[in-house]
């Protein structure tokens, strides 16, 4: 195993010393079968008591994996018939959303979602999966379109924030993003929302609001990112660790406080360690909220989302 992270080094001296203990075996011709059953097990356990024990910063890092499935290969995965759709009809074609339409378990749908890329060409040409107003513009157009021919709306959410240049702000990215909230706030087709890796800020949500929101389990979701937060609090990113503890960004935090529907959990490891079997969990939760969304009466949907981001954060005595 490949380690990327500190956390992960016990799993890698365990696997270790099964290697070794695995060329012991076939030098001497000697049965170390019990020995190699005895370090499996206990790499099982150090796996499970690892990946269920993450901490914030842990979450994060989990999320930026360079493996962690992206946007496009989870469409490819569990759709059929995808056809991308491009440009916002008024600049240009943001590479960093991505979208079109696609069959999804039988149901024509409207996928949309964020791309960071997988290699540095690609991710500068993708923009590290940091849109500029023109991606939400995209989006927006797309949006409209599948409720124009009462298409369900799928986003995949994965971005380290909205495009922070100044030629972005010149040409309306705040204007752009809050458009977005207030479109999809109001369309009149199912819209259901998954937080695939990081969902930071106002680049997040400004594909984020949904009939139904979720978020994987190694994902996290958040004003702002803990290095940032630690720039600003303690004007260095050396507390960036206790940034996100306290920004309560993780799936489990975001659940218990009533911000997103549900948590769809992820193969032991990560999305990364086995991409298709996280697909099959994301494929078969769109699939069934398709259904139950689809037979909500349009005024019904439309007045339900509205009331379920309207209760956010507000107090009861």
Known sequence: METTFDFEKPIADLLMQIEKVNQVAEKTKVDMSATITELQGKLAETRKEIYSNLSGWQKVQMARHADRPQTLDYIHMICEDFVELHGDRNVNDDKAIVGGLAKLGGHSVMVIGHQKGKNTKERQFRNFGMANPEGYRKALRLMRMAEKFGKPVITFVDTMGAYPGIEAEERGQAEAIARNLLEMSVLKVPVICIIIGEGASGGAIGIGI???????????????????????????WDYKEKAAECLK????????NGLIDGILPEPLGGAHQDPHQMAETI??????DIVELGTKQIDTLVNDRIEKFCSMGVVVE
């Open 210 to 236: 949904g009939d139904k929101v979720y978020m994987l389990e190694h994902s996290w979701y958040s004003v702002i990112s803990p290095e940032s937060c630690s720039s600003i609090l303690w004007r260095s």
């Open 249 to 256: 960004l993780t799936a489990e935090n975001m659940y218990s």
């Open 283 to 288: 494929k078969e939760q769109l699939v069934k």
